[in-house]
């Protein structure tokens, strides 16, 4: 649906923000997985879903990352969208400037996925 209809993602995971009643429940459930504020930024998954485990869902973000800017999904919007201007800055900045792939390769998120593996 989102390659169909959107010509920019924010993909996050659920991040208790410290303080809030979220984060309390989790923190008594034994659900958070680090205490390192520099990851509560909606990009890195700090706590551990129900469902699936923290790698996984990090893997899964990071994948529906790259498919969305792909270089063909980014040029059927450059063809598609009518704002052609905004598609093709969204273009240049993920193929030219490798925009996502230096958050997805940074070693900040490296770092983070072989943690998520150790603790899943």
């Not at 704002?83 to 900045?93: D, E």
Request: glycine content about 4%; charged content about 20%; some cysteine.
């Amino acid at each position: 649906w989102i390659n169909q209809n959107l010509d920019s993602v924010q993909l996050s995971p659920p991040t208790p923000l410290p303080g809030s009643d979220f984060y309390d429940s989790m923190k008594e459930q034994g659900r958070i997985l680090t205490e390192d504020w520099s990851l509560y930024d909606c990009q890195h998954v700090v706590m551990r879903p129900k469902h699936i485990s923290p790698y996984k869902l990090q893997k899964t973000i990071i994948e529906m990352y790259k498919d969305f800017y792909s270089l063909k999904n980014s040029l059927k919007r450059l063809i598609k969208y009518p704002n052609r201007k905004t598609a093709a800055g969204i273009l240049v900045y993920h193929h030219v400037f490798r925009g996502m792939n230096k958050v997805i390769n940074s070693p900040q998120t490296q770092s983070h996925l072989e943690f998520l593996k150790s603790v899943s």
